[in-house]
């Protein structure tokens, strides 16, 4: 099941671990430390941030590190442009048929 | 054409809401009748190459507007929108939500707010949406995506018909 990126980064604290990693990749453990919570709350956020690909798991020797996936926020980003230019199209049909409405109306 | 015309467009990504704002330059009057009359969103409400068709509009609180917007290749996603305020000429909310030809709806929807104002000839709207999910705004997309690549063209198709009228 895919994660709902929206969700995942409506929480402030999912949202402090993205800026914290998006500087340096960082292990479960350090993140707990870092926020001081428990490794259970910590893997939750990890396991919702992984899942809608914000963040990028990386073994190196016996730890885990976690990457920002900084691609994942531009697809979001490029996604929202073309949000915003389905709405410049309507708007610039409305400009011609307010111009329509305002000549009948004379 | 039209560049003097202020659109803003911003995401809250984390408090999940949209706000937009577009001046038109027309009365407050022409405005507010293009945005609650359906025979007139039926013009301009889905981006060129979809069109939008409303299959009834009562525009009052409780009231509802069931529409569908149909791609080029004819295919129909339906919405039903719930007026849940409306102020004249000044503001409206509404629940937006996708449905199934029979009017069922899939929840969650969204939330839109939308205010009028008027100052010397240009009327201004502010638009926000509130979003349960990205998903859902995901969805929303999914429906415009169909032959987006035409829009260029389908809109100067528009543009040199409306200015034959």
Known sequence: ?106 | MNNHLLFDFTVDKAAKTVFITREFDAELDLVWDAFTKAEILDQWGAPAPMRCQTKYMNFEVGGRRFYAMIGPDGQERWSVQEFTSITPKTNFKMYNAFADKDQNRELPGSEWDYNFSEQNGITTVSITIFNESFERMEKLLEGFRIGFTMTLTNLENLLVTLSQK
């Open chain 1, 1 to 106: 099941m895919k994660q709902d990126i929206f969700q995942a980064i409506s929480d402030p604290t999912r949202r402090a671990i993205l800026a914290l990693i998006a500087t340096q990749a960082l292990t479960p453990n350090a993140m707990a430390h870092q926020f001081d919570m428990s490794r259970q709350a910590v893997s939750k956020h990890i396991k919702v941030l992984h899942e809608c690909e914000l963040i990028k798991p990386e073994q190196l020797g016996r730890e885990i590190y976690y990457h920002f996936n900084a691609r994942k926020m531009q697809e979001f980003d490029n996604w929202l442009a073309q949000f915003r230019k389905t709405w410049e199209t309507q708007f610039n049909q409305l400009d011609q048929v307010l111009l329509t409405m305002k000549k009948n109306k004379k």
